[in-house]
C-alpha cells in the first residue's frame, strides 16, 4: 500500500489521532479540549505526523506501507 493510500483510506483516524496528541493537556495541567471545528489538514502534515508519531509509524508499517 501507498502512503497517500493510506491516508487516504484513514483520513479521519489518522485526524482524531493528531488532535488527541495535540489537545491532551491545555497548557495549565488540565485535560485540553479539541476545538470545533477541529483544524483542517493536508496530507503532506498527516505524513509529517506519520512519519514522527511511533503509535501513527506502527499502524502504517502494519498496513504495508513504506515509511
Do not use: C
Request: glycine letters at 8%; charged letters at 30%; zero cysteines.
Amino acid at each position: 500500500m501507498t502512503m497517500s493510500q493510506f491516508i487516504k483510506d484513514n483520513r479521519q483516524e489518522i485526524d482524531g489521532t493528531i488532535n488527541q496528541e495535540l489537545y491532551r493537556h491545555d497548557g495549565r495541567g488540565g485535560r485540553g479540549t479539541i476545538p470545533n471545528p477541529p483544524p483542517k489538514r493536508n496530507d503532506s502534515e498527516r505524513r509529517d505526523w506519520i512519519a514522527n508519531n511511533e503509535w501513527l509509524y506502527n499502524w502504517a508499517r502494519s498496513s504495508g506501507v513504506r515509511v
